[in-house]
């Protein structure tokens, strides 16, 4: 069964940092760009980086530009996100997802991506 699964949320303060995980089993991740996508409540589901299949370009919403660092280890069929000086306003429920390409086009867009994992909730609050 084809499957992402993302861990790594949590609960964490203003200005801490988490590092969110999207592993794949039943497949591999070498052949595709991965989106990573967050969600608030009552909101769309919004692009937030993307990452090629060899790790050699990356994408970043202006929102997280500079904060935010995509990565991947195809070793172990993982694509990582970490966040730095996290603010409440990236409160939501972060998603990994697999674009049928290679490569990037900008900030993902949802329509684009297949593969959705579960999702994993981050919240920041003092």
């Known amino acids: 069964q084809l499957q992402l699964v993302e861990s790594g949320g949590g609960l964490v303060q203003p200005g801490g940092s988490l590092r969110l995980s999207c592993a794949a089993s039943g497949f591999t991740l070498d052949y595709y760009a991965i989106g990573w996508f967050r969600q608030a409540p009552g909101k769309e589901r919004d692009g937030v980086s993307c990452?090629?299949?060899?790790?050699?370009?990356?994408r970043y919403a202006d929102s997280v530009k500079g904060r935010f660092t995509i990565s991947r280890d195809n070793a172990k069929n993982t694509v990582y996100l970490q966040m730095n000086s996290l603010k409440a306003e990236d409160t939501a429920v972060y998603y990994c997802?697999?674009?049928?390409?290679?490569?990037?086009?900008?900030?993902?867009?949802?329509?684009?991506?297949?593969?959705w994992g579960q999702g994993t909730q981050v919240t920041v609050s003092s």
């Open positions: 990452i090629s299949s060899s790790g050699g370009s990356t």
């Open positions: 997802a697999t674009r049928a390409y290679a490569y990037c086009l900008g900030v993902p867009l949802r329509r684009d991506f297949g593969s």
